[in-house]
């Protein structure tokens, strides 16, 4: 076994400790009233929203090693741990509910990729949740319309700012 392939299994057991200290040391959740009303629950099907970083992809939706100290040196090693941009839309159902210090996360698996937790209050105001609005969910309209602005500014049509002074101005913002 060559060396490069023995630190990067070292390296991933590493993260894997890492990641089941943080989640032993975080509270855990029967249930949560999100800021905007929504009751979250486990086993309930949430709807991911739109990614909201200047690339399409989220920023607040991605695998435990982006909370870990081991974050960056992953990220450098070329993985991503944010979520695509192409998951748009997509029901997942919630397997559990952390709060640790006064953020609550909302962990879901997607199939043949793995774990994934939600940063439930940041994704809710940057509508990566759709359920994003003070008064509920966006409209089909307005999520397809999301998703266009998105597109846009990942294919380079408008500028990253203009993405988000026309996200603001649909949002009410």
Do not use: H, W
């Not at 943080?22 to 855990?28: F, L, P, R, S």
């Not at 690339?55 to 991503?80: C, K, M, P, R, S």
């Amino acid at each position: 076994m060559s060396i490069r392939l023995s630190l990067l299994i070292c390296c991933l057991f590493g993260i894997s400790l890492v990641i089941n200290i943080q989640e032993v040391m975080a509270q855990q959740l029967d249930r949560y009233q999100t800021s905007n009303g929504l009751i979250l629950l486990p086993g309930d099907t949430m709807s991911i929203g739109v990614g909201s970083a200047d690339n399409g992809n989220f920023q607040y939706v991605y695998t435990g090693v982006a909370l870990t100290i081991l974050g960056n040196l992953v990220i450098e090693e070329g993985f991503d741990p944010f979520l695509q941009g192409s998951f748009a839309g997509e029901p997942v159902v919630i397997k559990k509910l952390r709060k640790k210090d006064d953020t609550v996360f909302a962990y879901f698996t997607l199939p043949d990729i793995g774990m994934y937790m939600v940063d439930v209050e940041s994704a809710i105001s940057t509508c990566e949740l759709s359920y994003c609005r003070p008064d509920g969910y966006l409209s089909q309209q307005e999520f397809e319309k999301l998703i266009m602005i998105n597109n846009a500014a990942i294919e380079g049509r408008i500028t990253p700012e203009k993405r988000v002074e026309l996200r603001n101005e649909m949002m009410g913002q």
